[in-house]
């Protein structure tokens, strides 16, 4: 588990850190407005993706797999769209 206060840049990496603010913690991530930005939504997503996969049991994602998809993601906005529709279906299934 990550601690709350964790940087997205610490979390998801350098390629993370290029995107978005290298003070950006994972609680303000979860918590943006991410309408009409595939990127802050891909983040959201990924975000609570990685926390799912931490504490969910049968989550279909690993943590490591989280950080990479996340990472490849960001390549386009149609990328970083779509990564963060398949994040989303995955987390609303734990809800």
Known sequence: ???QTS???KVFGSRARERFRSDL???EATVRNDRGDSYRGLLKQATAALLNSYSRKGFPYTS???KTLLIK???SDDAAALQAQHFYI???ACN
């Open 1 to 3: 588990m990550v601690p």
């Open 7 to 9: 940087t997205v840049s």
């Open 25 to 27: 913690t994972l609680i």
């Open 64 to 66: 490591w797999a989280v």
């Open 73 to 75: 993601a960001l390549v």
């Open 90 to 92: 995955a987390n609303e």
